[in-house]
């Protein structure tokens, strides 16, 4: 008898166990990939390994970005028209409302802390400038040129361009008079400001169309989104090979890692402990105080997304396993999740923390006076240049390119950060995720009343429809009764004329 308790018990414990592996099967892969690109890397840092060797450890990692990145645009834009017709519009003024509020005042703590943390560790080091081996060429860039250009790639005059360049504008010194001339062009990359005004503005119009045609355009978003969520949830099966390959790839070409790391130690101190600080910290209060729930259980809801975002360094690679967590597992309305996920590539709450903290660290290493007015220069500055980073191609680097303005410290010393930046920017890019899914789930609570009134009113496609059917009716009951007054009328002429007949 003991014995069959004791196996039933073994067999429940060994179902259970297969339970969990099986429902957390994507997790363990992702996390084995990451463990196993990282000892890989560290080996191979030690053997001579050739370029064209290395190409071909990334080269998985490189095939599975460019998958991510060929199926996104096209999702995203579904997701968006798809998201902001569904609501009515009203609703959905009070729902972007608050979504914009709460990434501004997150984004604000963000700016403080970084600032704060900066100052209190002061990671910047005269002594610290070295060889930080190949970095892009680096331009001044004037920072209002930066908040025009993105004013520009807001409404772009061509919405095909914006799909592949978007505007900027660029520097030409003349060497006779040593004079900088600016000019207008398009680079490559994606306008996705651009694309996400757009898109937001199209299904917002959509949604409050009463013909009921507009029923067949979001109906064709829809299958559109929901074939393209097929493809993607079928791709990042392939994250756990893709981000062993980029990390490992990453961790045998990064040059100088070992001084690398000791010399600017401070600086990852308070950028990755900042990171930490608002993660582990600062969302949990934001998500306890308003919610009254358990944060910590909402946050480890969303460990496959956190995995990928760090292992990519991508916030898009990771925006399918993110819906999906919201719809299978957190269980988030699918109005609020898919309104405010996609257009989160404009809330950078990892960058509004980064660029402070950056900027004050190229000052402190030029031994540059900041006081008071230069601090407030440097929040304001970098809390709004935060917002602009969705237009530029490897923002938080060049953002600090286009902030030393604001101190006049040397572009130059910009290149130290590229030691760190790649290592730095999986923090960043986990912040900037999170900051998302704690807005949908804040956002989510306090729109409770405009989404119980969006499910109790009929939706304009049905009123539309039910306007019809009671034109009809009324057409007909209508058409009845002239029939039956006609017939009636001509029964009363005939009848006089056949009176008269008879008589």
């Not at 690109?37 to 560290?42: C, K, Q, R």
Request: hydrophobic share 45%; net charge neutral; proline share 4%.
């Amino acid at each position: 008898m003991l014995i069959t308790k004791d196996s039933k018990g073994s067999g429940g414990l060994l179902a259970t166990a297969l339970q969990w592996i099986n429902k957390n099967l994507f997790l363990i892969c992702t996390l084995a990939g990451v463990c196993l690109g990282v000892i890989l890397g560290l080996i191979l840092r030690n053997v001579s390994v050739s370029q064209d060797a290395i190409l071909l450890i990334q080269y998985p990692g490189e095939l599975y970005m460019r998958a991510l990145k060929l199926l996104i645009l096209p999702f995203v834009i579904s997701c968006l028209i798809v998201g902001t017709a569904t609501l009515n519009i009203k609703k959905n003024g009070k729902i972007a409302v608050r979504t914009l509020t709460y990434f501004f005042i997150t984004s604000v703590i963000n700016v403080i802390l970084g600032i704060t943390l900066a100052l209190l560790i002061h990671p910047g080091n005269p002594d610290i400038k070295f060889n930080a081996g190949k970095a892009p060429k680096i331009s001044q860039i004037n920072i209002l040129d930066g908040f025009l250009d993105m004013g520009r790639n807001l409404l772009p005059d061509n919405i095909f361009q914006a799909a592949f360049q978007q505007a900027a504008t660029e520097y030409t010194k003349d060497p006779a008079t040593e004079t900088v001339k600016k000019s207008l062009k398009n680079r490559d990359g994606t306008n996705t400001l651009g694309l996400i005004f757009f898109c937001l503005v199209f299904g917002s119009v959509l949604g409050t169309l009463k013909s009921p045609k507009k029923q067949v355009v979001i109906d064709f978003f829809q299958t559109v989104y929901e074939t393209l969520l097929q493809i993607l949830l079928g791709t990042i099966w392939f994250t756990p090979i893709g981000v062993g390959s980029i990390i490992c790839g990453k961790i045998i070409s990064v040059s100088n890692l070992g001084m690398a790391l000791e010399q600017l130690s401070l600086f990852i101190l308070c950028t990755v402990g900042g990171f930490l600080i608002y993660q582990l910290i600062i969302c949990q209060l934001i998500y306890f105080f308003i919610l009254k729930k358990n944060p910590f259980q909402y946050y480890a809801q969303f460990t496959p997304a956190i995995l990928t975002a760090f292992a990519t360094a991508s916030k898009s690679a990771s925006l399918p396993i993110t819906l999906r967590l919201m719809d299978d597992v957190v269980k988030k309305s699918q109005r609020i999740s898919r309104f405010i996920l996609p257009i989160g590539t404009i809330n950078m709450d990892g960058s509004a923390l980064y660029l402070p903290c950056a900027v004050i660290f190229i000052a402190q290493i030029n031994n540059i006076y900041l006081g008071f007015g230069e601090i407030v220069t440097i929040g304001l500055a970098c809390l709004f240049a935060s917002f602009s980073s969705a237009a530029i191609p490897s923002a938080a680097i060049v953002l600090v390119v286009m902030l030393c303005s604001t101190i006049n410290a040397p572009i130059e010393d910009v290149t130290l950060l590229f030691a760190v930046d790649w290592f730095v920017d999986r923090f960043r890019t986990v912040n900037n995720l999170l900051g998302d899914c704690y807005t949908v789930a804040v956002v989510e609570h306090l729109s409770q009343k405009e989404l119980r009134e969006n499910l109790e009113e009929p939706s304009q496609f049905q009123e539309d429809n039910n306007d019809a059917s009671k034109a009809i009716e009324i057409e007909t009951q209508f058409g009845t009764k002239l029939d039956s007054v006609e017939v009636s009328v001509t029964e009363t002429e005939k009848a006089p004329q056949n009176g008269s007949v008879i008589s």
